[in-house]
């Protein structure tokens, strides 16, 4: 059986510069109505890079909507109608002043589908080249070197948990182990 939801009227609630919201009015399948919220984000990237010493760039910084410093890889938001590639090299090359002669894909990723229409997209970045970082001029952060073995214990004992991140890094490693 195929489920689905059927929009019978939707209105904006709000329009910011990265979200937009939207309080939609659904018929469901047994006829019933309901009411929907849905955030419309653009997505994003995250970037999970790895250098011949077997360790991963992550960046600190402060993440306003939870109050706390969150480790991280380096991500960032699409323009409207950007190729997630291009914004994985954009992204890693402004927060961490590298770039990367492979990207490999690990996938797309729902955030919380629930509520959000947001989709990450994660690489791996290989065959590391060092720049210099040029980050935004709203963007405050620090990139710390960790192999990618310790990181894994850090998601298995949940001390990290930013969800791109702990996806990328359980992703990296099983691509890495399966490929060499």
Do not use: W
Request: charged share 30%; proline share 4%; aromatic share 6%.
């Amino acid at each position: 059986m195929a489920f689905y939801e059927k929009t019978l009227k939707s209105e904006e609630i709000y329009r910011g510069s990265i979200i937009r919201v939207l309080r939609d009015e659904v018929e469901v399948q047994s006829g019933h109505r309901a009411l929907r919220e849905v955030v419309e984000h653009h997505g994003g990237v995250g970037v999970l890079a790895l250098d011949s010493q077997g360790r991963v760039p992550m960046v600190r910084q402060y993440r306003y909507p939870i109050k706390q410093e969150v480790m991280e890889i380096p991500a960032g938001k699409l323009e409207l109608g950007e190729d997630p590639l291009e914004c994985a090299v954009r992204e890693l090359s402004e927060e961490t002043g590298l770039s990367a002669e492979r990207f490999i894909s690990l996938g797309s990723i729902l955030p919380s589908p629930g509520y959000c229409a947001e989709v990450l997209y994660v690489y791996l970045a290989l065959d590391l080249v060092p720049g210099k970082a040029h980050l935004d001029e709203d963007e405050f952060l620090d990139v710390e070197y960790i192999p990618l073995e310790e990181l894994h214990g850090m998601v298995m004992r949940g001390e990290l948990t930013d969800a791109k991140t702990v996806i990328a890094v359980l992703k990296a490693r099983e691509y890495l182990k399966a490929n060499g």
